[in-house]
């Protein structure tokens, strides 16, 4: 046994002296490139001097070469990771971009999650994201993946050590907006997996994409270079050059694109009210949508990005829903309404209270608690969510949405439930409504 590691380490220096050269020429043929030859030649080596047992191959070459090319898989593994991690950082402001010094050891960090993601089994990595992104009590995600709670507690034990890197990722970046936490653990989990695991990897992003789609909605960035942007319960009201009134209702974006031939309106986020002006060209008016166009006929309407579609409601005048190659598809006049996205589109009556917003105001017509959350949510910095057990429990009213707290509190008081502030790793506050204690 004392004999192993020296035997070890001379195969490993007679493998070095006779194939070496080689080795490298047969990198740079795949790489075209020297210096990553080098270095790919260099820590296959590396990996040989880590191996616990001893080196002994009948053909040496054959043997480097499957060693090198799992070397190179993890070499454009961690690129693929490092890039997607970086595309993140980029899309942030200045103001909270991390120091070269600080991105090398936070890219270290999401390295360790990348590992610690990359041996966990599909159903553990779901409770696992679940719990992280979505903020799912065990019993919902139990629910939620027809697993029983014990089932569900021993994925979480199994990804506990993921679990600690997400929270060390999590505290160094503390700094950023809660929303680029679940970007840079989406960012993990797309260059996680290689590509022979594409097919599962991609189911897995399906059974969490409500949730990733949800987080990337609230993600700031996307509005920070828009020509018009609102914050969260923000209003703005802006005439453009035409003498059209703009108005953007809370956490919404816009792009304006106006030029000799049309005159273009591109949502990016939110809802907004157009009433179009009389334009002395007649250029025609446009507003785009990730789901599809619409053209306006001389109107005053309302265009607002759902998760995975979009919705218009025409008050005045008539608006035209637009197909991918620019045909009309559908018209809506005033009181009718219709939601939209690539695959199709549906004609509905004009919500009644869909535009109390312009007014400051949320109004409630016997809806389900967990919707009226949802809708109140747009215009709260802190998350609005509520248990199953009270979800479907009835809220009627007109609250004005100056005061979102004041809005929580009477509706719990008047549906004799209790209010429950939970903080999360990063020091992000969620409001949940539940049950009273007895």
């Known amino acids: 046994m004392p004999l192993a ?48 047992d001893a080196v002994a191959a009948r053909e040496p070459r054959a043997f480097l070469a499957t060693v090198a090319q799992r070397v190179l898989f993890n070499h454009y593994r961690r690129q693929k990771l490092e890039q997607a991690y970086l595309d993140v950082l980029a899309q942030l402001p200045p103001l909270h971009a991390p120091s070269p010094e600080e991105r090398a050891l936070l890219l270290a960090t999401v390295f360790e999650l990348d590992r610690m993601l990359d041996g966990l089994p599909p159903p553990v990595k779901r409770a696992f994201l679940l719990r992280q992104l979505d903020e799912l009590p065990q019993e919902d995600i139990a629910r939620q993946l027809g697993i029983s709670l014990a089932t569900v507690k021993r994925h979480l034990q199994r990804a506990g050590s993921a679990t600690q890197a997400w929270q060390q990722l999590q505290i160094q970046h503390e700094h950023l907006p809660p929303a680029a936490h679940a970007s840079l653990l989406r960012a993990c989990v797309q260059a996680n997996a290689p590509r022979r695991h594409a097919v599962k990897t991609l189911a897995l992003l399906l059974a969490c994409g409500a949730s990733l789609y949800a987080f990337e909605r609230r993600s700031p960035w996307r509005s920070w270079t828009a020509d018009y942007r609102t914050g969260i319960n923000q209003r703005r009201v802006v005439t453009l050059a035409d003498g059209t009134r703009l108005t953007l209702n809370t956490g919404s974006a816009v792009n304006i694109a106006y030029d000799g031939a049309q005159r273009r309106i591109d949502l990016l986020a939110g809802e907004i009210f157009i009433a179009t002006g009389k334009d002395a060209a007649q250029r025609p008016f446009f507003v785009g949508t990730p789901h599809g166009s619409l053209q306006a006929l001389g109107t005053r309407f309302t265009v607002r990005l759902h998760d995975g579609y979009a919705s218009a409601g025409v008050l005045e005048g008539a608006v035209a829903v637009l197909g991918g190659d620019g045909s009309q598809r559908l018209l809506l006049r005033p009181g009718e309404g219709a939601h939209f996205d690539s695959g199709g589109y549906h004609r509905q009556a004009l919500a009644p209270y869909g535009g109390a917003w312009l007014n400051g105001m949320l109004v409630a017509r016997d809806m389900r608690l967990a919707d009226f959350l949802a809708e109140l949510s747009r215009y709260s910095e802190q998350p609005l969510a509520c248990t199953p057990a009270v979800a479907g429990l009835r809220v009627s009213g007109s609250y004005p949405l100056a005061d979102v707290d004041a809005i929580v509190d009477t509706v719990s008081a008047s549906l004799q439930l209790r209010r429950n502030t939970i903080t999360r790793f990063w020091g992000h506050q969620v409001v949940r409504i539940e049950l009273a204690a007895r």
Request: one cysteine or more; glycine letters at 6%; aromatic letters at 8%.
């Open 5 to 52: 590691e020296p035997l070890q380490r001379q195969d490993i220096a007679t493998l070095y002296a006779d194939h070496h050269g080689w080795l490298q020429g047969w990198l740079r043929k795949k790489l075209g490139s020297t210096a990553c030859a080098a270095d790919v030649a260099h820590d296959t080596f590396m990996r040989l001097l880590d191996r616990e």
